[in-house]
């Protein structure tokens, strides 16, 4: 089913659509060409354009060909919408990916024309609460 993009919230259903169905040129047809797209907590990550876009979720699509896209929950402000999402599947080593976290995108005539990225992998076996604030703490 499509998606009805003449709404930021519609834009959203249709990326993930695509994310779960491995449509590159769908998932492509979602992203204004000249997307921008940062990492806040990885400035280094930061890209402009839809060609790493395409070189990105190309890599995804190939490397994790059991790729699935859970969106949790959303908010829209405008033409924002906040998202969190559960990214899951079994990368090409067999290894798990998990990966957790809340997008941002900015929408203008259903197309996704910016994003702040806020996904990390989850951890299983990291420090507990007490551990991280002493370290947050103590630095």
């Known amino acids: 089913m499509t998606a009805d993009t003449s709404t930021p919230e519609g834009a959203i259903e249709r990326l993930r ?3 779960n169905e491995h449509d590159l040129k769908e998932f492509l047809a979602c992203i204004d060409p000249a997307y921008r797209s940062a990492q806040p907590v990885h400035p280094n990550r930061g890209f402009d354009g839809q060609d790493q876009v395409e070189k990105n979720w190309t890599a ?4 994790i060909p059991d790729f699935h896209a859970e969106l949790l929950r959303g908010a829209t402000d405008g033409n924002t919408v906040w998202s969190e999402w559960h990214w899951t599947g079994t990368r090409s080593g067999d290894s ?3 990966i957790r976290g809340v997008t941002i995108f900015e929408i203008e005539e259903g197309l996704i024309v910016s994003g702040r990225l806020y996904m990390e992998q989850v951890e299983q076996d990291g420090e507990d609460i007490v551990e991280t604030v002493r ?5």
């Open 17 to 19: 659509n695509a994310m």
């Open 60 to 63: 995804i699509f190939q490397g």
């Open 96 to 98: 798990p990916l998990s």
């Open 135 to 139: 370290h947050m703490a103590d630095g």
